[in-house]
């Protein structure tokens, strides 16, 4: 009786082994893992597009591959950093240098022409100044 008992559970677990092996190898499985990493060399998605289809992604190969593995995370910023603050407004100007509301100085060249904080030439435009 125990004999019996011990080779079905052995006949078993083979199945189940067979099984989930033919389920990774299977067309659909290995269609959805390639969608995967289309998703993820895609450089014209947003971090908030790749993450909704990273989870798309990632269900479909739950589904067809038989796992249950959570999709990546793509994070829009290194955790820790924020993104440096947008370009001020110019408010005031003296010979040699022009400063903004955010506290930068800006270098001169000539009337028309500045060199703002991260080396980028700012020009004007009328009254404005236009920095990259």
């Not at 080779?7 to 677990?13: C, D, K, M």
Request: charged fraction near 15%; proline fraction near 9%; hydrophobic fraction near 30%.
């Amino acid at each position: 009786m125990r004999l019996l008992s011990y080779l079905i559970a052995a006949a078993t677990l083979t199945a189940v082994s067979i099984s989930a092996t033919a389920q990774v190898n299977s067309f659909e499985c290995r269609k959805a893992k390639r969608e995967m990493e289309f998703t993820g060399s895609s450089i014209a998605l947003t971090p908030a597009q790749r993450n909704e289809r990273y989870q798309t992604e990632q269900a479909k190969i739950n589904r067809f591959c038989g796992t249950n593995d959570a999709p990546p995370v793509v994070q829009t910023q290194p955790q820790g950093q924020s993104a440096p603050p947008p370009f001020g407004n110019i408010t005031r100007c003296e010979p040699g240098f022009c400063f903004d509301n955010v506290g930068r100085v800006y270098h001169r060249n000539g009337p028309d022409f500045l060199t703002a904080p991260n080396g980028k030439t700012c020009h004007r435009a009328g009254p404005n100044w236009i920095c990259p």
